[in-house]
Antibody
Framework: QVQLQQSGPGLVKPSQTLSLTCAIS??????????WNWIRQSPSRGLEWLGRTYYRSKWNYDYALSVKSRITINPDTSKNEFSLQLKSVTPEDTAVYYC??????????WGQGTLVTVSS | DIVMTQSPLSLPVTPGEPASISCRSS???????????LDWYLQKPGQSPQLLIYLTSNRASGVPDRFSGSGSGTDFTLTISRVEAEDVGVYYC?????????FGGGTRVEI
């Protein structure tokens, strides 16, 4: 059974960097058939896909245009996890953040969600 | 980006009765491999979204057979044959034919 366990701070100051980690059990971040995503949810923006990383002979990365200049998603094969960094946050980045596994056409496993509030 | 439009926004239901939710995409979700990349998710109160239906009409593991998905191209439907109390929550459709993955605005199902 695949499990995704999220960790990271729930409060970030404006202009700082939001950092979250998603630990994977029951699968590998280096899987050749999965992609590892970050999605966020807020009342104003609904469910918003932020980006993904996946391994197909090499590491690949895709990011949403809305955050492309500020986002980094990194796999860590030694810890079997992947991370999200979002720079220069503003209150508009306040949301519940989810990590997910995408495989066979769907996001079949989700982390428990982390409410991140951007406030001084 | 592909825009996903769901209707209705809110759906009052009666246990034992059928219910259906519509989802429309701004362009076809049919991929060159023959699969149509439309999924349905249910978010129960206080929980993460959970996968119900993938690739238009395939039930995810453990999903009761009262849930079914249908459609093609740009028009899709999620049907609950007989609603149960545990089915309350917000239902979302999502397209995965291209990035960015995009979601519908959600349909709140309440008894």
């Amino acid at each position: 059974q695949v499990q995704l366990q999220q960790s990271g701070p729930g409060l970030v100051k404006p202009s700082q960097t939001l950092s979250l980690t998603c630990a994977i059990s029951g699968d590998s971040v280096s899987s050749n058939i999965a992609a590892w995503n970050w999605i966020r949810q807020s009342p104003s923006r609904g469910l918003e896909w932020l980006g993904r990383t996946y391994y197909r002979s090499k590491w690949n990365y895709d990011y949403a245009l809305s955050v492309k200049s500020r986002i980094t998603i990194n796999p860590d094969t030694s810890k079997n996890e992947f991370s999200l960094q979002l720079k220069s946050v503003t209150p508009e980045d306040t949301a519940v953040y989810y990590c997910t596994r995408y495989q066979s056409g769907a996001c079949d496993y989700w982390g428990q969600g982390t409410l991140v509030t951007v406030s001084s | 980006d592909i825009v996903m439009t769901q209707s209705p926004l809110s759906l009052p239901v009666t246990p034992g009765e059928p219910a259906s939710i519509s989802c429309r995409s701004s362009q076809s979700l049919l991929y060159s491999n023959g699969y149509t990349y439309l999924d349905w998710y249910l978010q129960k109160p206080g929980q993460s979204p959970q996968l119900l239906i993938y690739l238009t009409s395939n039930r995810a593991s453990g999903v009761p057979d009262r849930f079914s998905g249908s459609g093609s191209g740009t028009d899709f439907t999620l049907t609950i044959s007989r609603v149960e109390a545990e089915d309350v929550g917000v239902y979302y459709c999502m397209q995965a034919v291209e990035t960015p993955l995009t979601f519908g605005g959600g349909t709140r199902v309440e008894i």
